[in-house]
């Protein structure tokens, strides 16, 4: 009896077949046959295995999915190509070609899982010798399997063994080659498949040009992206709305918002109609390229067409209005969102209170952040980091510590941006021990400093002068693995530059490119502006026509460094020059290029050109500040032309231009110079008390000033003028000293009153 039968022991055919016969009259006999296959393969006795299986094929059971996976697994490890045909063969006479997909796919995966190649290819020939007609189905999930384990050369030789040996490869088969290497961003790959697509007389279809679109994409080859887009439009491809969105999403993402619209033009001339999707990322993008009314426009128009914006939309349009100061609509559109019965996520309330501390409103931001934690917002790091650098801009130290210390309350755990923003501060109080302090702390704590943290710190070091600091806090850094990018070596070669250190300058300079950092413009102004300040000004030409001619180009700050420089020497032909070439060629020259130039005709005693460069800035829109009106103020005053320049200060006034300690102490100074005490003690007592205070901590005995002014007079106008700017610098300091006294202050419990909101009030 078949059910006797023990396995290891050889039993005649037909006896088995027999047994088969009997043991089927109840119904059972496909799964004793595959039962029994289980155990002839499991004693690798393939004559018999190979009987049975022929057996069961010739009486039409079927062979369950299983049990065959078993059989191909057990003939791919023996290496019986002409086994695994036979099988292939005798599966398609009995149940029809919808089974030979699977034995092919299952035995080619096997091969080539284990690695052998060529034992693969073997199998595939021997098939195509033995008369299978293969089916290019078939052979693609073969090559989309390869694609996705990232054997994309193997999936490429595959193809061109299919191109010889048939089934003629399809469309498809070349997309999943196209899209794998896309996925590993093999463009170059990508693109000489998609050319042997023509040469093989193979169109591509809608697939395979989205997927190498979305590769150039990926890459930021937007104009190749783009060109081939237009290829396919004028072959007459349709594309969906998702590829045209996903176009227009990487041009606005770059600022190109006229590409953007061109397309959203066609698709809507395609008869495609734009998704919630795409709308979310138009309104994104016109948000992102400072375009909020246009992205407002769009909004009201999603409306009207019945759209349910997502939230996602809403925090992008959030975000612009803040963004701009529209806080008052970015409230009422978040009472929309709650009216609509959408519950605000953590990025809408986070971008509505970074939105209100960016503005200096603390008071409503803290407002507003206690509101939603009572409506259950788990506030997040970003959110308290948002707080506490509203509150560090306002110089108001203590209730940014009152922040931090309620992180814990939350669960909050600081980050190393946290950790940042407070030495920061800490540094702009010139307390640079206290900041190093807090550095040392927190790599107690765990945290790791970026290239950021350290900037931060080497930047303190330079304010303070210490470049040996800076230099050691560069060391470790590298010391502890950090790498540094080009703002730290733009920030040490800045340094070395104010201490005339010039030879490590250049050697640091030399660094950058040797550690396959790219210099940056911020490197070539530092450079040119370090090579002006110790007055070699042939250095700072040289580098700036090596600029020209390299793929940067210099911006209005690398003009305007070099016409500053030319004034001071009294090159004004050079500095003219220079001014003349933004003009014909670009950048546009700023309010701080035409200072310059102001400044240095008035020193080269020639009004006329200052003030018709003056008429020039006024006729190209662009507004003086005080500091311009300074500059016309002092040359005035050198001039001994009072009168005008008492009109120029008032004018500044009208301009609602609040006159700094240096403009009133310019024309105090003039008013003494020319004699006319009177008018310079009636200015001095129209001063503003914090500018009264600078001056008299700056000049000690202020009425002792007054007292011998017509001494200084009359010593004539050589020692008049040496007074003067002697005066000007001692203010010029004290007016930094201003910053760094009041925030001392502020430290200790007492704010500057301008600086914590408009009531003029501490805000805790």
Not at 277 to 297: K, P, S, V
Not at 452 to 472: D, P, R
Not at 711 to 722: L, T, V
């Amino acid at each position: 009896m078949f059910v006797q039968l023990r396995f290891g022991v050889h039993y005649d055919g037909e006896e088995g077949r027999e047994g088969l016969r009997r043991y089927g009259a109840s119904g059972k006999l496909g799964v004793a046959c595959s039962f029994l296959l289980d155990g002839y393969r499991k004693y690798r006795m393939l004559d018999q295995c190979m009987s049975t299986f022929h057996y069961m094929c010739k009486l039409r059971i079927v062979v369950s999915h299983s049990t065959l996976s078993g059989m191909l697994d057990f003939l791919v490890d023996l290496n019986r190509a002409d086994e695994l045909i036979g099988i292939y063969k005798s599966m398609c006479k009995s149940f029809g070609s919808q089974c030979h997909r699977a034995i092919y796919e299952h035995a080619m995966d096997r091969f080539l899982k284990r690695g052998e190649i060529e034992k693969s290819w073997n199998f595939h020939h021997a098939l195509i010798d033995g008369g299978v007609v293969l089916d290019i189905i078939a052979c693609n999930k073969i090559m989309r399997a390869l694609c996705e384990r990232r054997q994309n050369n193997l999936a490429l030789r595959y193809l061109n063994m299919l191109k010889v040996t048939g089934p003629k490869p399809s469309v498809a088969s070349f997309s999943i080659l196209v899209n794998g290497f896309c996925k590993e961003g093999r463009l170059d790959e990508a693109f000489e498949v998609y050319e042997l697509m023509a040469k093989n007389g193979v169109d591509p279809d809608l697939v395979t040009y989205t997927i190498l679109i979305g590769g150039l994409l990926k890459a930021k080859k937007l104009d190749k992206g783009y060109a081939l887009l237009s290829e396919a439009l004028n072959k007459d491809i349709e594309f969906d709305v998702v590829t045209y969105s996903s176009v227009m999403d990487a041009f606005l993402k770059i600022g190109d918002l006229r590409r953007a619209a061109v397309l959203y033009k066609r698709c809507l001339k395609s008869g495609i109609k734009p998704n919630m999707i795409t709308y979310g990322i138009l309104i994104n993008g016109m948000c992102l390229n400072d375009r909020i009314m246009e992205a407002c426009g769009m909004f009201g128009h999603i409306l009207k067409l019945g759209y349910v914006p997502s939230l996602l939309t809403y925090s992008s349009l959030l975000g612009g209005l803040c963004k701009f100061g529209y806080l008052r609509d970015g409230f009422r559109l978040f009472g929309d969102i709650v009216k609509s019965g959408e519950e605000p996520d953590i990025i809408v309330y986070n971008v509505l209170i970074n939105g209100l501390c960016k503005q200096g409103l603390m008071v409503d931001a803290l407002r507003f952040f206690y509101q939603s934690v009572g409506r259950g917002l788990n506030p997040n790091v970003f959110i308290f980091n948002s707080l506490i650098n509203g509150w560090c801009k306002l110089r108001c130290i203590r209730n940014a510590l009152k922040v931090y210390s309620q992180m814990g309350c939350y669960g909050v755990r600081p980050d190393i941006v946290t950790q940042t923003m407070l030495i920061s501060v800490v540094i702009e109080l010139v307390r640079l021990d206290y900041a190093l302090l807090l550095f040392f702390q927190l790599l107690k704590k765990g945290f790791s400093p970026d290239s950021v943290t350290y900037c931060t710190l080497i930047a303190g070091a330079c304010k303070q002068h210490n470049s040996t600091l800076g230099l050691e806090i560069f060391k470790m850094m590298q010391w502890n693995g950090v790498i540094a990018d080009i703002a730290i070596y733009n920030v040490l070669i800045n340094m070395l530059f104010k201490e005339a250190r010039l030879g490590d300058a250049l050697q640091l300079f030399d660094e950058v490119k040797e550690r396959g950092l790219e210099p940056d413009i911020v490197t070539y102004n530092t450079m040119i502006c370090g090579y002006c300040s110790l007055k070699m000004l042939d250095e700072a030409v040289r580098l700036f026509e090596k600029l020209n001619y390299g793929q940067l180009r210099p911006n209005t700050i690398t003009f305007t460094i070099l016409i500053d420089a030319h004034c001071k020497e009294g090159k004004m032909d050079g500095a003219m020059s220079l001014f003349r070439e933004m003009l014909e060629k670009g950048p546009e020259p700023n309010l701080i290029s035409y200072s310059c130039l102001i400044d240095g005709y008035f020193k080269s005693q020639n009004l006329e050109n200052a003030f018709e460069l003056y008429e020039e800035m006024l006729n190209r829109k662009i507004s003086p500040n005080i500091v311009c009106y300074s500059i016309l103020i002092d040359g005035l005053c050198k001039r001994q032309l009072m009168t005008e320049a008492s009109l120029a200060f008032h004018c500044a006034k009208d301009r609602h231009l609040v006159p700094d300690v240096i403009a009133y102490a310019i024309l105090i100074l003039g008013y003494c110079k020319v004699g006319s005490i009177a008018e310079g003690q009636m200015c001095y007592e129209f001063c503003p008390t914090n500018i009264v205070i600078v001056l008299e901590h700056a000049f000690v005995g202020w009425s002792v000033f007054w007292r011998n002014s017509w001494k200084f007079i009359s010593h004539g106008s050589r020692d008049a003028n040496r007074v003067r700017d002697q005066m000007l610098m001692h203010l010029e300091l004290e007016k930094e000293l201003q910053g760094q006294w009041w925030g001392n202050v502020n430290i200790d419990g007492d704010p500057w009153p301008n600086h914590c909101g408009e009531d003029g009030r501490c805000p805790y």
